[in-house]
């Protein structure tokens, strides 16, 4: 009887797993002019690791075993009247590209998307199933 629910617990596991990924993109995105961040630099953007797990028959899904700062450089901008600029006038900016945020956003929306509908086609097919078994 659990097989029968995996399809859903994995789904479910994977919407967890990309709203995280939405809210990353989400901070990425918001922070993306940040040049001073609590550690003292500037913000760095966050990617979100999948994984998928199999312990057992009854616990199979996605989760996310860590957020990983991108080591890609930032940009370096001449602005000297700002007030986190070096000693050369430059502002260390965050390695944030709000284009390909975007892109993953969509990717991130239609993944979540995605399992929506595997959701509610599951359910259909379980409800109709229930439903030939009291003819």
């Given at each position: 009887m659990k097989e029968m629910f995996l399809p859903l617990r994995v789904s479910?596991?994977?919407?967890?797993?990309?709203?995280?990924?939405l809210n990353t993109i989400a901070s990425n995105?918001?922070?993306a002019s940040s040049t001073k961040t609590a550690?003292?630099?500037p913000y760095r953007r966050k990617d979100v690791l999948f994984r998928s797990f199999l312990?057992?028959?009854?616990?199979v899904g996605v989760d996310i075993p860590k957020i990983v700062?991108?080591?890609?450089?930032g940009r370096m901008v001449f602005e000297p009247s700002h007030p986190d600029a070096d000693k050369n006038g430059y502002v260390s900016y965050p390695n944030v590209n709000v284009?390909?945020?975007?892109v993953n956003l969509m990717a991130a929306?239609?993944?979540y998307e995605a399992n929506l509908t595997l959701i509610s086609t599951y359910k259909d097919m379980f409800?109709?199933?229930l439903g030939i078994t009291n003819v």
């Open positions: 479910a596991t994977a919407l967890e797993a990309q709203k995280i990924r995105v918001a922070n550690d003292g630099g312990y057992d028959e009854s616990s700062e991108d080591q890609r450089p284009i390909e945020e975007m929306s239609r993944a409800t109709k199933t």
